[in-house]
């Protein structure tokens, strides 16, 4: 079993910067590949990025690719969206997850545990 605590939302300007944590809980953090996905009001819940268990390997959204950067730290047993350049499409609330398995995760019936989210709003 594993918990998932987000932090690091809020609320910025068009072209700053912002810094989410997800924090677990639980045993064998290092094993997990992890994903942050993010949902706009009334649409669905989209994949964002994606890390393997080691932090070797990441996987971006095209819609994020070069502006956002996920990053896995097993022995503080967290992992991070570094966002920049943000934009008021980036405006959405924030989920990180977790899988007990080895691969670059997209899809979200691929992750076995959820955290409750942190909102994201972006003003022009």
């Known amino acids: 079993q594993v918990q998932l605590v987000e932090s690091g939302g809020g609320l910025v300007q068009a072209g700053d910067s912002l810094r989410l944590s997800c924090a677990a809980s639980g045993r064998a953090f290092s094993r997990y590949a992890m994903g942050w996905f993010r949902q706009a009001p009334g649409k669905e819940r989209d994949f964002v990025a994606a890390?393997?268990?080691?932090?070797?390997?990441?996987y971006y959204a095209d819609s994020v690719k070069g502006r956002l950067t996920i990053s896995k730290d097993n022995a503080k047993n967290t992992v991070y969206l570094q966002m920049n350049s943000l934009k008021p499409g980036d405006t959405a609330v924030y989920y990180c997850a977790a899988a007990d398995g080895y691969g670059v995760l997209s899809k979200k019936n691929e992750y076995d545990y959820w955290g409750q989210g942190t909102q994201v709003t972006v003003s022009s």
């Open positions: 890390i393997n268990w080691s932090g070797g390997s990441t």
